[in-house]
Nanobody, 123 residues
Framework: QVQLVESGGGLVQAGGSLRLSCTVPGRTFGTYAMGWFRQAPGKERVLLARISWSGGSTYYADSVKGRFTISRDNAKNTVYLQMNSLKPEDTAVYYC????????????????WGQGTQVTVSS
C-alpha cells in the first residue's frame, strides 16, 4: 500500500498564495506520475494538474492554468502545488494522487490517494 501525506492547506484571502505538499514515503515515488485534484462541496472531484515521473511533462486544467504550478522533487519524495492568485471559487478539499502510468486524468485511473487538505479562500 502506498501512503500519500498532504500538508499546506489553510485559510487565505483572495489574491493570496499557498503551497501544498504531498510526500510519498518509500523508494517508489519516482515510478509514479502524480496528480492534484480538488473537490468542492456538492461537486465532483476534478483533476487540476498532473506531472510525469521525471517532471518533464505537466498538464493543467483551464481553471488553474497560469495560476497554479505543479512540481516534484524526487530526492525528497514530494510533489508540490504552488497556488497563486487564489480566488474564492478555489475553496475545496485538495487531494494528491499517484498512478503508475502517466497522462491519466480521471479519479478512477489513480490508484493511491492522500487524505485531503482543506483550502479556504475568503473574499
Amino acid at each position: 500500500q502506498v501512503q500519500l501525506v498532504e500538508s499546506g492547506g489553510g485559510l487565505v484571502q483572495a489574491g493570496g498564495s499557498l503551497r501544498l505538499s504531498c510526500t510519498v514515503p518509500g523508494r517508489t515515488f519516482g515510478t509514479y506520475a502524480m496528480g492534484w485534484f480538488r473537490q468542492a462541496p456538492g461537486k465532483e472531484r476534478v483533476l487540476l494538474a498532473r506531472i510525469s515521473w521525471s517532471g518533464g511533462s505537466t498538464y493543467y486544467a483551464d481553471s488553474v492554468k497560469g495560476r497554479f504550478t505543479i512540481s516534484r522533487d524526487n530526492a525528497k519524495n514530494t510533489v508540490y502545488l504552488q497556488m497563486n492568485s487564489l480566488k474564492p471559487e478555489d475553496t475545496a478539499v485538495y487531494y494528491c494522487a499517484a498512478v503508475g502510468t502517466p497522462y491519466k486524468s480521471t479519479t478512477n485511473e489513480y490508484a493511491y490517494w492522500g487524505q485531503g487538505t482543506q483550502v479556504t479562500v475568503s473574499s
